[in-house]
């Protein structure tokens, strides 16, 4: 099959003040150092290659106090240039959804400020037909109506059940319309079996791959960024036609974050 590169439009946050003073997820550990000095050099290289791979990349000021506002996919959900605020569970990130959602207000977007919990395209992801949502540690069930309802796409609910994978974005990626990849063991049984009916084409990857966060990839159709470390997930992708590159963000990985974490796609108005 051939595959299609398209142009997206990302929006992105430096990880200027990037640290592990808490811990929300079961990768973040305090008593681990960070080298945000590192962090910063491997976050520019991502950026730089989605601008060589020929897309758009805004920035948002990242503020001081909010080490994980990086992880800029947490920060809102874009849809036909409709954009639904992100609220956190954790009150460590509270103040990450008015930030984000000021941007978005500042540069013209509809906008919603959510009553209900979710965390943006951690937990919310577009495919061709739906709007995939994550539950189980973070995204409230309400949220999910409250998503549908704001941004007009039938919504899928999925129940994650390993607290490793605990926003849908560590355990799935939509790589093109409706061709994801994802890992079986992150969803519950009813779950598995609502992803086999919805994507029965799906490419499947083992538990080593996705410890790796190698389902945190973006992809604009051909090009798949995704860690380096998850050589099993690119070898299936290329079997596939897909073009996997591979990036180090291991000292964002210390926050539980990866590639699709640092960015948040902008889908506009047609």
Wanted: charged fraction near 25%; hydrophobic fraction near 45%; proline fraction near 6%.
């Amino acid at each position: 099959m051939t595959r299609t590169a398209r142009p997206r439009r990302f929006l992105m946050c430096r990880p200027t003040h990037f640290e592990v003073s808490y811990a929300i997820n079961p990768w973040m550990d305090p008593a681990k150092p960070v080298d945000t000095d590192l962090a910063v050099a491997q976050w520019q290289r991502l950026y730089e290659l989605y601008v060589s791979l020929g897309h758009r990349v805004d920035l948002i000021d990242p503020l001081p106090g909010l080490p994980d506002m990086v992880y800029a996919a947490n920060g809102a959900t874009v849809v036909d240039g409709r954009v639904l605020g992100a609220r956190f569970r954790n009150a460590e990130r509270a103040d990450e959804g008015p930030a984000y959602l000021e941007w978005f207000r500042a540069h013209g977007f509809t906008t919603h400020d959510p009553v209900h919990i979710n965390e943006g395209e951690g937990d919310l992801l577009l495919t061709g037909s739906h709007l995939l949502a994550g539950r189980g540690f973070r995204s409230a069930l309400a949220g999910h109506a409250e998503a549908q309802e704001f941004l007009g796409r039938p919504v899928v609910g999925l129940d994650l059940v390993d607290p490793r994978f605990y926003h849908l974005d560590t355990a799935l990626g939509v790589l093109d319309a409706d061709q994801v990849v994802y890992y079986p063991g992150a969803f519950s049984a009813g779950s598995r079996a609502v992803l086999r009916r919805l994507f029965p084409d799906a490419v499947l990857v083992e538990e080593a791959d996705a410890e790796v966060f190698g389902l945190n990839l973006m992809s604009d159709g051909l090009n798949v960024v995704l860690p380096e470390a998850a050589t099993g997930v690119a070898a299936r992708l290329r079997e596939r036609g897909f073009r996997p590159v591979g990036v180090d963000l291991s000292e964002l990985f210390k926050g539980g974050g990866s590639v699709k974490c640092c960015t948040l796609e902008i889908r506009e108005a047609a």
